[in-house]
């Protein structure tokens, strides 16, 4: 197997349109299980695995194969994750981490919530976990010394613990925030704003596109080597999936007829309860006037380099789960409880539904269940139909208490009530605008007008501030709007938008001070008048080639200590009437502008840059120019949740590290995972991912897609195996003689 490695390396350096076909045998054991099976996988010019089989389990068998092959470590290391054993390898810094995961249990909620798998997807899962260990086997040299046991419960945890990390477990703690009440130290460490997540997620109803087909848009916003995505083609009996794995998970997908996008925002699935307890015995409390001992787990951290350490969690049994611990002051207990906290494996389930989905009406069955994580959801069909649903299991609670902050817990009174049903949920079927947009913006701001009212809702589902929209959400609310005939081309060029939209306000701002108040630039030097002049014929595109954009984006940088002056407060949102424009609120446009001239001198040793000089995208040694850049206020908490002078993002939604020595910033978040579906016959998909297919240095697609987001381009998908022809850079033919496990 080194050997064919080696060549295949070489061939592809010296060919590398070359078709390679390698056939391949042996023998493996499933739980379970037996018979003989043959896969195909196709890599296709981007590496991208192509998975052809009879059945559907042997084609989860090349997935965890295809996957190891790529993402090894990544598999392997998540199970380190979710079983809370990272300071094994990697010391104290990450001891906070595990303390997390095992205080929210995933992994003892990944082995009970295997039973919850339908048997098909069982058995998909198994397979899956026997191609990994397959690849292991033919590749003893790729696996680490410490590689975890690989498990289908493990595996089912991971996709718990990787969504439950980015909602319940850090917004559940916030409602416990209090100034007398000093959250445990490990939560207060991971905890975020509320709305630092990013996605875009759109859908065009066919009377809006030229094909008449539907056109849907699926781009999350991330980290830009998050490993929740693994991009795949599934051909095998019934299920055709072409889209992003997180694992044997095909989350973020599409299938021949219908395409979902997921974004952030939620309703309201948790809740904080404080407990009066025990003064003499921490661990008991009345409830209900019975007293009521908690469970006590005990577990026990090998660290790295240090002393093992233990620790003993807490839970009370409120709503009917597992609520652990996570505050206490005084005789007095915090806890929060979550309404998935047991529900592990019905996420497995409706998205494996989902891509078995012959319409949006299907999924829509699909996600009645209540498995899916809090979300926006936004589908698509080749019938036409389009479809937006808030997801996530909610509580039905009793009024008469404040559910954004801790409630008493030692009584029934507060208790929840049920759960809403899908029907009583946020949704919107085929809107007479004949377009959908959620890109993280509040459920009433979804179209130009004639949206959905928040008063119509229960607050817990709605679970937002009314009119709140992000830039995103209003430049697609812009373009979608005034689609008609809209391309392939005009939906690429709406999902690499570099559009930064709060420019026209800024130099309105300016050009009616500097008309209005003569004398603020008067007295300033040529050079600042001639860079003001500049910025005054931005065109507000962020773009890569743009020196402007540079400037502007140092300008704005240079002005956002004004808006946390208390002078200046009334200014901290948009629209700015021309009263509001006084003289020395021009003033300091007029000295950020100096400001800003002199920092890019300061940087760049005067040399004229154009934004992507600067930008980068690329991993590795390798980088690219890119634009799309966000503009953010460290010290202004949730400014990009909103229109705000002070932050916003593009389409593209990227976020860079600091300036380096060199003079660049390299980009670490924005689009990562993005899927462009046309429901035409046949159909049309694209996909960009960022930086590339594999993780391996050493391969060609390591950073290879990097260039692509340079250029603002897709590469298709080759959705049919038609379309796939001409495009294969390799072949490998599985040949599986499998054995039942004993």
Not at 688 to 702: I, K, M, W
């Amino acid at each position: 197997m080194k050997v064919r490695d080696l060549l295949t390396k070489l061939l592809l350096i010296v060919l590398p349109s070359a078709f390679l076909t390698a056939c391949t045998s042996n023998a493996v054991n499933v739980p379970g299980i037996s018979g003989a099976a043959q896969l195909t996988i196709y890599r296709d010019d981007w590496g991208v695995p192509h998975i052809y089989a009879d059945q559907e389990a042997y084609g989860y068998f090349g997935l965890g194969y295809a996957q190891a092959e790529d993402q090894l470590i990544n598999l392997l290391g998540g199970v380190y994750w979710v079983e809370g054993r990272q300071a094994e390898l990697e010391g104290q810094a990450l001891l906070a981490s595990d303390i997390e995961q095992r205080r929210w249990r995933h992994a003892v909620e990944g082995r009970t919530g295997v039973q919850k798998l339908k048997p098909e997807l069982l058995k998909n899962y198994q397979h899956f976990v026997a191609g990994v260990k397959w690849y292991m086997d033919a590749h003893p040299e790729k696996v680490p010394a410490w590689a975890p046991k690989l498990s289908v419960e493990s595996l089912v945890a991971v996709n718990r613990g990787i969504l439950w990390s980015a909602y319940a477990s850090v917004l559940g703690p916030a409602e416990c925030a209090d100034p007398k009440v000093e959250l445990i130290s490990s939560i207060r460490s991971t905890n975020r704003e509320k709305f630092t997540g990013a996605s875009n997620g759109w859908v065009l109803g066919p009377v809006r596109t030229a094909t008449g087909a539907t056109l849907l848009l699926a781009d999350p916003h991330t980290g830009l080597q998050n490993p929740a995505y693994y991009e795949y083609h599934l051909d095998a009996g019934d299920l055709k999936s072409s889209g992003f794995a997180l694992g044997p998970m095909l989350w973020q997908a599409h299938n021949r007829h219908v395409s979902w996008a997921m974004t952030t925002g939620n309703p309201d699935m948790w809740d904080c309860y404080s407990v009066d307890v025990d003064p003499n015995d921490p661990n008991r409390y009345l409830y209900d006037g019975k007293w009521q001992r908690m469970l006590e787990v005990e577990e026990v951290f090998n660290v790295r380099g240090a002393e093992a350490e233990k620790r003993v969690f807490q839970y009370t049994m409120h709503n009917g789960v597992l609520s652990p611990v996570v505050a206490r002051s005084g005789d007095k207990a915090y806890v929060v409880s979550v309404s998935q906290m047991h529900d592990t494996g019905l996420l497995d389930n409706e998205i494996h539904a989902m891509n078995h989905a012959g319409s949006v009406h299907e999924l829509r069955t699909a996600l009645s269940t209540l498995g899916m994580f809090p979300q926006n959801i936004i589908a698509g069909d080749d019938s036409g139909n389009i479809y937006y649903l808030r997801a996530g299991k909610t509580p039905i609670r009793p009024s008469g208490y404040n559910w954004k902050r801790a409630v008493p817990g030692n009584h029934s009174t507060t208790a929840w009530r049920g759960y809403y049903a899908l029907e009583d949920m946020i949704e919107i079927m085929n809107p007479q605008q004949n377009y959908l947009q959620n890109n993280n913006v509040a459920p009433d701001v979804m179209f130009e007008s004639d949206n959905v009212r928040a008063s119509s809702y229960a607050k817990e589902l709605y679970n937002d501030q009314p009119g709140r929209i992000t830039t995103r959400g209003l430049r697609s609310i812009e373009v979608l709007s005034q689609a008609t005939q809209f391309t392939l081309e005009d939906s690429m060029q709406h999902a690499f938008d570099e559009k930064w939209i709060t420019v026209d306000y800024w130099l309105q701002a300016l050009r009616y001070g500097v008309r209005t108040y003569p004398g603020v630039l008067s007295d300033k030097s040529v050079g600042v008048q001639n860079f003001i002049e500049e910025l005054l014929g931005f065109d507000g595109y962020a773009r890569a080639e743009s020196s402007t954009a540079l400037k502007f984006y140092y300008w704005r940088e240079a002005l956002q200590p004004l808006f946390l002056e208390q002078r200046f407060e009334h200014l901290s949102l948009f629209p700015w009437p021309e009263a509001q424009l006084t003289a020395p609120f021009v003033a300091e446009l007029i000295l950020g502008a100096e400001r800003a001239m002199n920092n890019i001198s300061r940087d760049f040793s005067g040399s004229e840059k154009n934004l992507g000089d600067v930008f980068r995208i690329g991993r590795g040694s390798d980088s690219w120019p890119v634009g799309g850049e966000s503009i953010t206020a460290e010290e202004v908490p949730n400014c990009l949740a909103a229109l705000s002078p002070l932050c916003e993002r593009t389409m593209r939604a990227y976020a860079s590290t600091p300036l380096n020595e060199t003079g660049q910033r390299r980009a670490i978040r924005g689009s990562q995972a993005m899927r462009l579906v046309l429901f035409t016959d046949p159909i049309q998909s694209f996909s960009l991912h960022a930086h590339g297919q594999s993780d391996n240095p050493d391969s060609l697609h390591y950073g290879d897609q990097s260039r692509l987001a340079s250029e603002r381009r897709f590469k298709p998908t080759y959705f049919d195996r038609d379309a796939l022809e001409g495009h294969i850079e390799s072949t490998l033919v599985i040949n599986i003689d499998i054995h039942t496990a004993q």
